[in-house]
Nanobody
Framework: QVQLVESGGGLVQPGGSLRLSCAAS????????MYWYRQAPGEQRELVAT???????NVADFVKGRFTISRDNAKNTVYLQMNSLKPEDTAVYYC??????????WGQGTQVTVSS
């Protein structure tokens, strides 16, 4: 079993930065890939970034060049560094992990609001 807890969200002005964290408790080593998703009000949840156990990364085109995903295996934590934030980045950001068996684990989400 794995539990994921996101943190680091908040209110930031356009152009600002935030770093989200997703801390995993339990069997972090069973997670073969980690993801950041986001969901704005009235919108579908969308994939923002992916990182594999081997460290391979991918970010969605709409955040490329602004967001970076990384992981610290010693701390069982995945990060999403968000720079040059825009109002359209406002959403609840969720962390997800996938195990080798194909099971998904989700965190509870953290709110990011970009507004002046």
């Amino acid at each position: 079993q794995v539990q994921l807890v996101e943190s680091g969200g908040g209110l930031v002005q356009p152009g600002g930065s935030l770093r989200l964290s997703c801390a995993a408790s339990g069997s972090f080593s069973i997670l073969v890939a980690m993801y950041w998703y986001r969901q704005a009000p009235g919108e579908q949840r969308e994939l923002v970034a992916t990182i594999t156990a081997g460290g391979g990364t991918n970010v969605a085109d709409f955040v490329k060049g602004r967001f970076t995903i990384s992981r610290d295996n010693a701390k069982n934590t995945v990060y999403l560094q968000m720079n040059s934030l825009k109002p359209e980045d406002t959403a609840v950001y969720y962390c997800k992990g996938i195990s080798l068996a194909g099971r998904s684990y989700w965190g509870q989400g953290t709110q990011v609001t970009v507004s002046s």
